[in-house]
């Protein structure tokens, strides 16, 4: 059992069904686009959709997709403090952040305090692909890397008062991922965000998914997830 989190009236954790995200392929700001993808998305059967803001008139669109589209959005940043800020600030119910790399401590409180101010969530978490060189040394590529890195970056977003959190562990390996995701759920009742990274090709991505993802949910761990 986790805390519950609310994503744009979606409820995740604590005891509510597992919710499926997936993501646009097409730059943000191309709205027509991304519309049409969340149709299609909603369609199938999709609760939470992640968009990308490299810049910002990416994040200035958050505001009309949201209102032609209905579906919470999570905002997926990366480096730049600016942009969850303006991605916020534009609407967006949830935002997906690395304090690791969003430019210091100040930025993360900035962030932090915008988050707070518009009551929505954030996911933070870690990947195979970017671990922190101290969780490396110390652990080497492992689940207990990818669950200290994660629990360091919700500490830091604790300290300024944010506790609307979601956590991932990602990892491309099948084991891998099964055994951090595991680990990470004895050492928290967050809502974990559960899916594999860099899945690989479209057959490999079905059968890596299907066997981590399925082993999760059958130990009752996982509050939404996303198949890559």
Partial sequence: MTRKVNIGGVPVGGGESVKVQSMCTVKTSHTEEVCAQISALKAAGCDIVRVSVLDRDDAAAIKEIKE????????DIHFS?????????????????????????????LVADCIRAHGIAVRVGSNTGSLERRFLQKYGVSREALVESALFSVAMLEKY??????????ASSVPLTYGAYTLLSQRTDYPLHIGVTEAGTYDSAIVKSSAALGALLLNGIGATMRVS
């Fill in 161 to 170: 008062g944010v506790n609307d959190i979601v956590i991932s562990v990602k």
């Fill in 68 to 75: 032609r589209t209905g579906v919470p959005l999570v905002a």
């Fill in 81 to 109: 403090a600016e942009l969850a800020v303006a991605a916020i600030e534009a609407g967006c119910d949830k935002v997906r952040i690395n304090p690791g790399n969003i430019g210091g401590e100040e930025k993360v409180k």
